[in-house]
């Protein structure tokens, strides 16, 4: 058993990229379920699916929720920006005519 996987260590930093490497080289032959009971459905490796995590990795991670936070707050502020100037010239058109 691996220094990370002990259970002494459960509440202590995992070495992440330790781990990753530990799994793809270990375990990239181990067979997987398929996830569906139907006729064609093959059984998969799992390290079939280790391109496909590393791309998903790519758009959901810690950084698209500050992208996330950082949009809306500047759309939010757009948004006012607009509806102040809007509302200035509906008042000056109004208090001309």
């Known amino acids: 058993m691996n220094n ?8 202590k930093k995992k070495p ?3 781990i990753n490497k530990d799994i793809c080289e270990d375990y990239k ?9 139907v006729e064609g459905y093959r ?24 992208l996330a936070v950082f949009m809306s707050l500047w759309g939010t502020s757009k948004a006012r920006i607009f509806s102040s100037v809007i509302n ?8 001309q005519g």
Do not use: M
Request: charged share 20%; net charge negative.
């Open 4 to 11: 990370w996987a002990s259970f002494s260590t459960i509440y």
């Open 43 to 66: 059984y998969g490796r799992l390290g079939q699916t280790f391109t496909f995590a590393k791309i998903t990795h790519l758009f959901d991670n810690v950084a698209a929720v500050f």
């Open 16 to 18: 992440l990229d330790d």
């Open 88 to 95: 200035s010239k509906e008042k000056e058109t109004l208090l």
């Open 29 to 37: 032959d181990a067979i997987l379920c398929p996830w569906c009971d």
